[in-house]
């Protein structure tokens, strides 16, 4: 069974820092692309960062460019997302997921087949 599970979340003030964690277990994860994703009350969800597994390849949206870093440690299975200088508009929930290949890396959420529960972010001004 595919499993992502988040964690890492909390609450920090404006210009802090947190690191999500994303563990895979029931699958074969290096054809994969992992995905972080967003979603704030009241809006749709949206692609912060994605990166394939099998070259390193990344994404970021423009609105976290330079702020947040997603990597890989393949040895733990596990998709982290270092978030710096947070600021109170990057507040949501967080959610990592998984596409498996054949795909086209980006951040759409619509390509992704398996999600996990979520992990919330607050960030205070």
């Known amino acids: 069974e595919v499993q992502l599970v988040e964690s890492g979340g909390g609450l920090v003030q404006a210009g802090g820092s947190l690191r999500l964690s994303c563990a895979l277990s029931?699958?074969?994860?290096?054809?994969?692309?992992i995905g972080w994703f967003r979603q704030a009350p009241g809006k749709e969800r949206e692609g912060v960062s994605c990166i394939s597994l099998a070259d390193g390849t990344t994404i970021y949206a423009r609105s976290v460019k330079g702020r947040f870093i997603i990597s890989n440690d393949h040895a733990k299975n596990t998709v982290y997302l270092q978030m710096d200088s947070l600021k109170p508009e990057d507040t949501a929930v967080y959610y990592c997921?998984?596409?498996?290949?054949?795909?086209?890396?980006?951040?759409?959420?619509?390509?992704?087949?398996?999600w996990g529960q979520g992990t919330q972010v607050t960030v205070s001004s």
């Open positions: 029931g699958f074969a994860p290096d054809d994969y692309a």
């Open positions: 997921a998984a596409d498996p290949p054949p795909y086209g890396l980006g951040l759409g959420i619509y390509g992704y087949d398996f």
